[in-house]
């Protein structure tokens, strides 16, 4: 069995102070720790927690990404087109429930057995974790050279291989009164090129931009190819995820966010996350077509979905309803002044920009320029990596 707290501690030692996740029995002692000594984030499902992990790590925190096996599945979208193309690794845990030769609850079986196989097809290095500290520092060792290799690294872990480690303290959301502005004009229902030309005039140099994926990234692109914008490619539902990681790390940044309606419901817990942890420098904003348009124009279920309410009721500080482009222009300007966590929600007309083509610069291209961006603009304060609030 591993001492929680010296294995925290080499945890710490090589960098790693940022942990995202989702619970399970099996991790409990060091997701305590990790709320205990470090920053913890903990996510809705296991895909978001590896998109705010992905975040983090572009910001500059090195995270590590908790996960039960049954939750790996979830996962496997980020994984595979967000983590891989864009090559930003993470160091994960994931435990092994239902291990083969051991009793467990009918559910875990299949699971059990496909752990590892699964990590092998997505083409992530892994080690079962040691039980013995000596062993455990050297596999630490090992999975931090793979993190420096732009590549992840998972370990799986067994039944009793922490030792135990008591929850001291709780990180809770403060009690706030959200300011909501609610429909009552007639849409205007700009083009989403128009709406990205809005935003993308108004940034500055600390600002990046989130776009999510599909024709929302394309357009941003063809507008304006610019190093702090990184355009997501897959891991549909992500997007604000990634932007709760990223602004958490770099709290002198600008993070906006460009959504829309069918990545949303995607995963409409992020929501919940990203009010309870309300980055004051992160705009979320919904762009609102009622269709998959990159995919066909297939209706989304938008329709009668109040998205201003449940931003507001997941504890979004702002949450705005958008009628038209000057309305836009004018929040955006005053979330720049204000920086609360703000949601804001406008409805679009079907219809893309003629011959729209796709980003010619390869993901991890990207991702490096980004970086390289954020570390330009906004280096990273002393204690930057530090853990403790």
């Known amino acids: 069995m591993i001492n929680i707290q010296l294995f925290g501690k080499e945890l710490q030692k090589i960098g790693f102070t940022f942990y995202t996740g989702v619970p399970c029995s099996f991790l409990k002692s060091l997701i305590n720790y990790a709320i205990n000594e470090c920053e913890y984030v903990g996510a809705a499902n296991e895909g978001d927690?590896?998109?705010?992990?992905?975040?983090?790590?572009i910001g500059g925190r090195k995270s590590v990404v908790l996960l039960q096996n049954s939750g790996l599945t979830n996962a496997v979208s980020p994984l595979v087109s967000?983590?891989?193309?864009?090559?930003?690794?993470?160091?994960g845990f994931v435990s092994q429930r239902g291990e083969p030769g051991l009793s467990d609850e009918p559910q875990h079986e299949l699971m059990g057995n496909m752990t590892t196989k699964l990590l092998d097809l997505m083409q992530i290095e892994w080690r079962y974790l040691a039980s013995e500290i000596n062993e455990a520092q050297s596999q630490l060792l090992l999975?931090?050279?793979?993190?420096e290799?732009?590549?992840?690294?998972?370990?799986v872990v067994?039944?009793?291989?922490f030792s135990e480690e008591s929850l001291r303290t709780e990180l809770r959301s403060p009690n706030f009164t959200p300011f909501k502005v609610n429909k009552n004009n007639p849409d205007e229902k700009p083009l989403r090129y128009e709406a990205l030309t809005l935003i993308n005039a108004l940034k500055n140099d600390k600002t990046v931009q989130i776009a999510t994926t599909g024709k929302t990234g394309r357009e941003l692109y063809e507008i304006e190819d610019h190093n702090a914008n990184l355009y997501m490619v897959g891991s549909m539902g992500?997007?604000?995820?990634l932007g709760l990681g990223m602004a958490l790390a770099r709290k002198c940044m600008n993070l906006i966010v460009i959504d829309g309606d069918g990545s949303l419901l995607m995963r409409m817990g992020s929501l919940a996350t990203n009010g309870f942890y309300k980055p004051p420098n992160m705009l979320h904003i919904l762009l609102d077509n009622n269709s998959y348009e990159s995919t066909g124009g297939q209706n989304t279920v938008s329709h009668h979905v109040n998205f201003v309410d449940i931003a507001a009721a997941s504890g979004y500080t702002i949450s705005i309803y958008i009628h038209n482009l000057?309305?836009?222009?004018?929040?955006?300007?005053?979330w720049k002044e204000a920086k609360q966590l703000t949601f804001l929600y406008m409805k679009?007309?079907?219809g893309s920009k003629k011959g729209l083509g796709r980003p010619k610069i390869k993901p991890c291209e990207v991702k490096e320029r980004l970086q390289r961006y954020i570390n330009n603009t906004t280096p990273m304060k002393d204690g930057g990596y530090s853990c403790g609030r």
């Open 143 to 147: 999975a931090n050279s793979y993190i």
């Open 348 to 350: 679009i007309s079907q």
């Open 158 to 161: 067994r039944k009793g291989t």
């Open 326 to 334: 000057e309305e836009l222009k004018a929040s955006i300007q005053e």
């Open 149 to 155: 290799r732009n590549k992840s690294f998972f370990f």
């Open 49 to 57: 927690a590896v998109a705010i992990a992905s975040g983090a790590m």
């Open 82 to 91: 967000l983590n891989y193309p864009f090559q930003i690794p993470l160091l």
């Open 238 to 241: 992500c997007a604000s995820s």
